[in-house]
């Protein structure tokens, strides 16, 4: 038995005991400084030192760094003491290295200079000394220097089990980071081989390797399927005595199987049966030996002997396609949960979360609801009632949305503060989604702003309003109930915020109680503007406005706010600019212009909802599956009805209005940090108000109708075009400075299309002498041809202008039309200049066609000059629905069940222009694992299958 | 993967730190102050993992601990590691360190940080697991420990036979590190 202490430094353990010893924190520091300048005096100095007092030293300054002190010398030394022959110094050389050198330090070269000769030592504990080195810092220097070195050392026979394990984690954590500089493929079938190996240690150590390697480039590992199989089999099943010393409290190599287990993951489910009857076999044993009795009472052992269940269960969810063990899987699950281990607990909460989105288990998981609610209720770790809510929220389906939901809103009023926001996002979520009847998911909303208020973000309550103003059979409904709530002595801002917005809209539907007249409304929203915050202030001037129009009998009375003093002179601009605006508006507008400008807001596009996409953000790690309650396949009729009913909220998403209203950037485009707050659906007036500038984000649901609304302080600076956001989308700013703001609608019909150009002044001063005009650079000109309608050369400041430019296409086209403008902002002359978004895309329209039709004409144009093909790394999220909408806003249409995996794309379109039609075919091959796609173009013409594979792939 | 492995004291004192993924000197010091934060508030019979702090990872990471009398082994590790497994590897090495230093103390780590540091690269390597098995990893100690000696050779040997604790005034030697469970390495091999 080692006993490593006895045999110290003495010096150090003095210092030690020293520091240990002061009384302050003071002393301590003074303590320390004294060392450190000792230390510096001894490197300094004359006298050599022995390699035993530059080990002295270095530890002290290794504990010196543990205490929490910057250390800024010293690394020489311990440079220096790597070339010692003395294996105690050369060891304490490497220790301060990989705790103190970064990967980038000057000296980085003596350091693998270094490495490089203890590399090839006879001695091979200096051998592992140098790659641990390498494992720890792993610099792309490192990776160049030994890159091509380490793989031979991996491989070769001569090299001992203990040096190949520390070489496979070393190549590892250079191939993660460096994986250019370390080239794997020639190795790839030895490195399989190594499953195989005597060793224990190695295989453990090779399997990790193996994983990083098959996740890059999974096709060349294939072959370590059935070799992990048989290698997992031979130890679960125990016909395998050769364990050495790696059974861990009577568990069969338990690190190693877990390991083979994630391995497979990485697969899907064997093809070869053979293969295949054998996992199964492993997977079935390990569910039988949880229902062994335990061989040891020992915490450890269950430890062990479950870490393998669990990865187990894992492989099982991973391959999803065994409802015997997948139903198994659960019910194992549903005995954890009601274990006293906590972490089992913990974990079987975890699992289930999976479970739930597997098809053949998900009604196994409903199960359990009870158990999982009293999780929520009892547990006494918020870990654990965190993952409860994350399983209730996975398991939740239209048959049990009403009871989940309410135990949330239940549980959500002493919800610990930590997760409040995540479960109000998912409430939400869920009664959205399962909604049958709206008038429940208007009193769940209405109930998680009363509950939880403070933890219901901006998009929560933006939802309830689009849902409320897009459905009309609820509108009065919501405008009873908020106003009932309103009715509370104390109500948070946000109900006020909702309230303010639904009765502005639609208060007018319940005006004909005497207990809720115009007269009663107003001055109910009006006893809590003075409690409010100015955001909501701002939004109540506009709900005030609108009651001007919807009540003309109180107008005097609004009118008098409106004048008061504190908001025609408020020291917030926008809302002194509303109360004088809204006050010139009710006296000047007639009942005419005052409707229409008034008029109630048109239903907004539809589209993924931003709260979704706001859980997504806050869980990035998360697996998509969980995220999004998935729609079970229910066998049983009578869902199918309800289903019916209640997917109308959600029709797939639409390109042409998949602008973002609200201006929260749309997730579709996370890189999109400008908010475009863009035209509405109904065609675009000129802002009526003028009222280009001071629109502060916070406000953008204001309800008064605005057309333009730019958002200054969000990158005004950058005058960016926005072209390649346009490739699959018609609609939107394109351009936009400090100066100037440039919005686009389009319309293609065959190969006609229509450019709406709105250009809006945003400054204090006219815009003079504008003028804009499209050039057609190169061979454009003969390919399309544009007309620019004519416009005014002025342009007010605040104000907005429209023009149109009608476009025929030609032929098929590369190149893109330009839109130079000139004009004159106070006496200086501006030029700007962008590409207009017209692309060959635009005029594609999409067509059906079935699975057979489609093959042929694939067949067809199989020439190798039709055919354009790229594969690339993913840009954006790979999530199916945002794939789907981007292929459709591109003009093509997605063809349902034609290729045999569900995870692939393939569409159709038709492109016209005036000289041909162009068939045109696309293939996508979405690779999740390793963040790639593969695009396929087909159509009858070489040039446009490339154009259009540029252009897709920019989207992707 | 293994990001950091974090050693405090019930008072936050770190005890180790080994990082796997490089950080600024002054950043790793928050890391274990924030990661002292989040565990030490927690009752002794909760559950062993909870979601990382935010600057070691966010939501991908998760700590797993464990508290041994007055110190706490925090590992922190990302969503591919199996969290009772990495709980079976905090308690290997905790076995491992008691078997080295003969029943270890929050001592026996703060005079040997390099004893420490030399038996965690032994199981632990570029945040991968490099060796499970006590008995390999001991031999490996026991290796290095045999070259240490043969190194010091005559010339220290006077100085280190006068026991250098003895002579040092420490306070509080406690020896109260409770392992759970501790079998001999006899028992391991079944």
């Known amino acids: 038995m080692p006993a490593v202490k006895g045999d110290g430094m003495r010096g150090l353990a003095v210092f030690i005991s020293d520091i240990r010893n002061c009384k302050s924190k003071e002393a301590e520091v003074k303590r320390i400084n004294k060392e450190l300048a000792n230390i510096r005096s001894k490197f300094k100095g004359d006298k050599t030192l022995d390699g035993y007092q530059k080990k002295k030293y270095v530890c002290k300054l290794l504990f010196i760094f543990l205490l929490g002190h910057d250390i800024d010398f010293g690394h020489m030394e311990a440079v220096n003491l790597l070339s010692s022959n003395k294996y105690t110094e050369k060891q304490i050389g490497y220790l301060f290295i990989s705790v103190l050198v970064g990967g980038t330090s000057d000296l980085m070269k003596l350091v693998i200079q270094s490495i490089k000769n203890d590399l090839v030592s006879r001695n091979p504990v200096h051998v592992n000394l140098a790659m641990q080195c390498i494992a720890n810092i792993g610099s792309r220097e490192m990776a160049e220097a030994f890159g091509g070195e380490i793989p031979k050392l991996l491989v070769s026979g001569d090299t001992i089990d203990s040096v190949k394990q520390s070489a496979a984690l070393c190549l590892l954590k250079l191939v993660r980071r460096s994986p250019d500089l370390v080239p794997m493929a020639d190795w790839a079938s030895r490195v399989i081989h190594l499953l195989n190996d005597q060793h224990m240690g190695v295989v453990t150590a090779a399997v990790s390797l193996i994983e990083t390697l098959a996740k890059k480039n999974s096709d060349d590992y294939k072959g370590c399927v059935s070799l992990a199989v048989s290698r997992l089999s031979r130890i679960v099943t125990s016909s395998y005595t050769d364990l050495q010393d790696y059974t861990y409290y009577f568990v069969p190599a338990p690190w190693l199987s877990v390991k083979l287990l994630h391995l497979l993951q990485y697969y899907p489910a064997p093809e070869d049966a053979t293969v295949r009857n054998r996992l199964t076999e492993c997977l079935e044993t390990i569910l039988n030996k949880a229902q062994e009795p335990p061989k040891s009472k020992k915490v450890q052992h269950s430890n062990a002997k479950n870490a393998v269940l669990f990865e187990a269960i894992n492989l099982i969810i991973h391959m999803d396609c065994d409802a015997n063990l997948l139903v198994r899987a659960c019910n194992q699950l549903g005995q954890f949960l009601q274990h006293r281990e906590t972490n089992l607990r913990y974990l079987a909460l975890e699992s289930m979360c999976l479970l739930a989105t597997s098809e053949f288990s998900h009604d196994a998981v409903k199960k359990h609801q009870e158990t999982v609610i009293t999780a929520l209720k009892t547990e006494r770790d918020v870990s654990v009632r965190q993952r409860a809510v994350d399983l209730l929220y996975a398991m939740c389906d239209r048959s049990n949305a009403e009871e989940i939901v309410l135990e949330m809103l239940a549980y959500l009023e002493t919800a610990d503060y930590s997760i409040r926001e995540e479960m109000v996002l998912k409430v939400a979520i869920l009664a959205e989604k399962y909604a049958v009847d709206y008038t429940w998911y208007v009193d769940t909303i209405l109930n998680l702003i009363r509950i939880a208020g403070d933890y219901v973000s901006e998009e929560v309550w933006y939802r309830v309003i689009q849902i409320v103003i897009n459905r009309d059979d609820v509108q009065g409904y919501a405008a009873k109930t908020v106003f009932e709530a309103l009715q509370a002595p104390a109500c948070h801002e946000n109900m006020v915020k909702v309230g303010g917005y639904i009765l502005g809209e639609f208060g007018n539907l319940i005006a004909g109680d005497p207990r809720s007249s115009p007269m009663v409304q107003f001055q109910l929203l009006h006893s809590k503007f003075h409690l409010c915050s100015v955001a909501t202030r701002q939004l109540l001037l506009s709900t005030y406005i609108k009651f001007v129009n919807l009540f003309p009998e109180i107008k005097p009375q609004i009118q008098q706010v409106l004048q008061n003093e504190n908001h025609l002179r408020n020291a917030d601009v926008e809302l002194q600019q509303r109360a004088v605006e809204y006050l010139q508006l009710s006296t000047v507008a007639s009942t005419d212009v005052l409707a229409t400008v008034l008029e109630e807001m048109p239903p907004f596009p539809e589209r993924e909802s931003s709260i979704l996409a706001k859980l997504k953000k806050k869980q990035p790690g998360k697996l998509k599956e969980t995220m999004e309650p998935r729609e079970v396949k229910v066998s049983s009729n009578h869902t199918d009805t309800t289903h019916t009913a209640v997917a109308e909220p959600h029709p797939p998403p639409q390109p042409t209005s998949a602008i973002d209203l609200l201006g929260l950037s749309s997730p579709t485009q996370p890189s999109n940090s400008v908010p475009n707050s863009t035209p509405g659906g109904t065609g675009l007036l000129i802002d009526v108000l003028g009222d280009l500038s001071g629109e502060s984000s916070t406000d953008v649901p204001s309800s008064v109708q605005k057309t333009v609304t730019p958002t200054p302080g969000f990158g005004s600076v950058l005058a960016t075009d926005h072209f390649s956001k346009f490739v699959c989308k018609n609609n939107g700013v394109i351009f936009e400075t400090d100066l100037l703001q440039i919005g686009v609608k389009a319309e293609f019909r065959q190969n006609l299309g229509r450019l709406g150009l709105f250009y809006g002044n945003k400054t204090a001063f006219a815009f003079t002498s504008f003028l804009p005009s499209v050039e057609t650079p190169g061979c454009l000109e003969s390919q399309l041809n544009i007309q620019v309608k004519p416009m005014d050369a002025a342009i007010e400041s605040g104000a907005q202008k429209q023009q149109m430019v009608n476009i025929e296409c030609i032929s098929d086209f590369i190149e893109v039309p330009v839109l130079h403008i000139q004009f004159m902002y106070s006496g200086v002359l501006q030029r700007v200049q962008l590409r207009l978004p017209v692309m060959v895309n635009k005029f594609i329209e999409a067509t059906e066609m079935d699975m057979a039709t489609f093959f042929q004409r694939w067949k067809m144009l199989s020439q190798p000059d039709q055919e354009s093909q790229k594969i690339f790394k993913a840009k954006n999220s790979m999530d199916g629905e945002q794939i789907k909408t981007k292929l459709i806003g591109f003009g093509l249409s997605v063809l349902q069940n034609v290729d045999p995996n569900p995870e692939n794309f393939v569409c159709a379109g038709i492109m016209h222009t005036k000289m041909a039609q162009v068939g045109c075919l696309m293939r996508l091959e979405p690779n999740k694992q390793a963040q790639m796609y593969r695009l396929t173009l087909r159509t009858s013409k070489g040039s446009v299958s490339q154009r259009l594979c540029e252009l897709m792939e920019t989207q992707l | ?190």
């Open chain 2, 1 to 190: 993967m293994i990001k950091a492995i974090l050693v405090f004291n019930n008072h936050g004192k770190a005890r180790l730190t080994k990082f796997y993924v490089h950080y600024p000197e002054d950043l790793q010091q928050q890391i274990v102050r924030e990661t002292y934060h989040l565990v030490s508030k927690r009752d002794d019979n909760v559950c062993n993992f909870l979601e990382g702090g935010t600057l070691i990872g966010g939501a991908d990471y998760k700590l797993i601990y464990r508290h041994y009398a007055t110190l706490y082994f925090v590992f922190c590790v990302d969503s591919s590691e199996s969290e009772l497994g990495i709980l079976d590897l905090i308690q290997v090495f905790v076995e491992t360190l008691d078997k080295c230093f003969e029943n270890v103390c929050e001592l026996d780590l703060i005079f040997h940080v390099d004893k420490v540091h030399y038996i965690l690269s032994e199981l632990c390597m570029g945040g991968m697991v490099l060796e499970t098995n006590m008995s390999e990893i001991l031999t490996r100690v026991d290796e290095q420990n045999k070259l240490e000696k043969q190194e010091a050779g005559i010339s220290t040997a006077p100085q280190r036979a006068v026991s250098t604790l003895k002579e040092m005034n420490i306070p509080q030697r406690i020896k109260d590190i409770k392992l759970p469970d501790l079998p001999s390495i006899g028992n391991l091999k079944f």
